[in-house]
């Protein structure tokens, strides 16, 4: 069976479990205290983050390399689509969410106001709370330009891309900082996602300290 070393709350971990039980891969959760600088975790991973995860008799990092060499090596169901235009656009928007929309949303959200918390760092930086509420309009507003004009957000197929995004809104959603209103598309399309069998461990999750908003496991919210 698969490990996975984890966060309940990081994305870039929630991608991965979507992932994971999309292929429906059998996996133990182990969540680690990555802040704390656990000898064995890191010679599990020397850059000390999270997800790592132990498969095929490995130890892998890195959650989009993890993401990759899941779907090369357990590609049914498909997750990238088959023309290279297509796996180019899963790539790109990947980057986005992963890259801009964490740096300028999630950074700013959920590590401010959870992670400083659960890491002893001290109270959020009002600043950043401020950023990261502006940046989300943003994000949301794109994501709503795409689905205007696609089925998925990379096309008309579900994808990496989707559980990219979800990943980040899962975790922000679970502390009540998405507004659900501002985009119709984005809210139908989120509530598809969230409805299907790989998410019902996501929303499961329960943080010590954080109670998430009533709608949060509600699929018809």
């Not at 999309?22 to 000898?39: F, Q, S, T």
Request: net charge neutral; aromatic share 12%; hydrophobic share 40%.
């Amino acid at each position: 069976m698969a490990r996975l070393f984890h966060v309940p709350l990081s994305p870039f971990c929630r991608k991965v479990r979507l992932l994971l039980a999309e292929k429906k891969i059998e996996v133990e959760l182990v969540e680690e205290r990555y802040w704390e600088g656990d000898p064995d975790f890191l010679r599990r991973n020397p850059a000390g983050k999270v997800p790592v995860i132990k498969l095929d008799g490995k130890m892998l990092a890195e959650s989009g390399a993890i993401c990759e060499y899941i779907e090369e090596t357990r590609p049914e169901p498909p997750l990238m689509p088959k023309d290279v235009d297509g796996r180019y656009e899963v790539r790109r928007l990947v980057s986005w969410f992963d890259d801009k929309f964490h740096n300028e949303v999630t950074a700013n959200l959920l590590y401010e106001r959870v992670n400083k918390k659960v890491t002893g760092q001290g109270y959020p930086d009002s600043r950043n709370v401020k950023a990261g509420a502006k940046a989300i309009k943003y994000h949301l507003d794109y994501m709503g330009w795409l689905l205007d004009h696609r089925r998925w957000l990379a096309g008309d197929q579900m994808t990496l891309a989707d559980f990219a995004a979800a990943a980040h809104l899962s975790s922000l959603d679970y502390i009540s900082d998405v507004d659900w209103n501002r985009s119709q598309v984005v809210k139908d399309w989120y509530a598809k996602i969230k409805s299907r069998p790989s998410f019902r461990s996501i929303l499961a999750d329960q943080i010590p300290g954080f109670r998430p908003p009533p709608h949060y496991a509600d699929l018809d919210f």
